[in-house]
């Protein structure tokens, strides 16, 4: 029998996650943003301490960063990194500090992180 597509469903506007599941500088939780379109991705990593979330597209050229699924930082854990060419962004605002689109930054989604949970905007923030 064939089956319809799942539609998805664009009235989430937040997704949680436990904290316990974002480890410091390790490898980043990915979630869909089906209001950005059916592929667009979004992640969230844990850098000194505090979660961050962007949306997961480049700025040089809208493909997704992770070079496997979830593997967002440099091997010095210091930058988040694009595995196309290879742009190095600060884990703290996402802004573009090495390659073709530095100066440029990662779409942020707000977040909070309270009670042990960490609940993320599915909208990005409009710079
Ligand atoms: S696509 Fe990310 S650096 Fe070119």
Avoid at 52 to 63: E, T
Avoid at 74 to 79: A, E, I, L, N, S
Wanted: aromatic residues 10%.
């Amino acid at each position: 029998m064939k089956q319809s597509p799942i539609a998805p469903d664009l009235s989430q506007s937040t997704i949680v996650f436990d904290s316990a599941d974002l480890l410091e500088a390790d490898k980043g939780l990915r979630f869909a943003l089906p209001n950005l379109g059916e592929f667009v991705t979004g992640f969230v990593v844990r850098f000194q301490g505090q979660a961050y979330a962007y949306v997961n597209q480049c700025a040089h050229v809208s493909v997704e960063l992770d070079w496997n699924h979830g593997d967002f930082f440099t091997r010095q854990k210091d930058y988040l990194v694009c595995a196309t060419h290879g742009a190095q962004y600060r884990p703290d605002n996402g802004f573009c500090v090495m390659g073709p689109c530095k100066g440029k930054s990662l779409k942020t989604l707000t977040l909070t992180e309270q009670n042990q949970k960490i609940i993320i905007n599915l909208i990005p923030t409009i710079d």
